[in-house]
């Protein structure tokens, strides 16, 4: 029989910082060689497969191929006002660039946010779902620590009665 190896798991923190990597990317962009990088980045080797099941990451590489694909159109309509210049502009110009990235990322993905809790609010509506039952608090997560917190005010009520 054949073994397998446990697979891991992107965490949130994992995925925004895969999101990062694609924001700033400007080089040729492949599957292969993003989850290379990704790895040596994050520690975690995940499948070509595995990443599509994540769509912010699906979404983000999208708009990176494109993007790259556009900036490589212009600087080659540019190739002939080549200067010798200042580094500081050019890191500028890097950075307003990899920022207008992540502003377009963001923006995509709150739209499809407000999409989705247009269908989830049509939907509680439908369904009897009253506004007060959905602005509800969520439940306090138990932890651990709760717990141990807990247990040292039950140990000490005994006392002192």
Same mark, same amino acid.
């Given at each position: 029989? &054949? ?34 990088? +990704?790895? %040596? ?7 070509? =497969?595995? #990443?599509?099941?994540? =769509?912010? #990451? ?8 494109? $993007? #790259? ?8 309509? &540019? ?11 050019? *890191?500028?110009?890097? !950075?307003? $660039? ?9 923006? /995509?993905?709150?739209?499809? +946010? +407000? @999409?989705?809790?247009?269908?989830? =609010? *049509?939907?509680?509506? !439908?369904?009897? #779902?009253?506004? @007060? ?7 306090? $997560? !138990? ?7 807990? %247990? &040292?005010?039950? /140990?000490? &009520?005994?006392?002192?009665?």
């Amino acid at each position: 029989m &054949k073994q397998t190896m446990p697979r891991e798991k992107l965490t949130e923190a994992h995925i925004d910082h895969a999101l990062r990597i694609l924001d700033g990317w400007h080089e040729k962009l492949t599957w292969d060689v993003y989850l290379q990088v +990704l790895k %040596q980045v994050t520690g975690i080797s995940i499948t070509r =497969q595995g #990443i599509r099941k994540h =769509q912010r #990451i699906v979404d983000a590489f999208d708009e990176a191929k494109t $993007r #790259i694909a556009v900036s490589r159109k212009a600087i080659a309509a &540019k190739a002939g006002i080549v200067r010798h210049g200042d580094m500081a502009l050019e *890191y500028e110009v890097e !950075k307003n $660039r990899r920022l207008r990235a992540k502003v377009d990322r963001l923006e /995509r993905e709150n739209h499809d +946010l +407000l @999409e989705q809790f247009q269908r989830w =609010q *049509y939907n509680a509506q !439908k369904n009897g #779902i009253s506004q @007060e039952i959905l602005n509800r608090p969520l439940p306090a $997560r !138990k932890t651990h620590l709760d717990r141990q917190t807990r %247990q &040292k005010r039950e /140990r000490r &009520k005994p006392n002192e009665v």
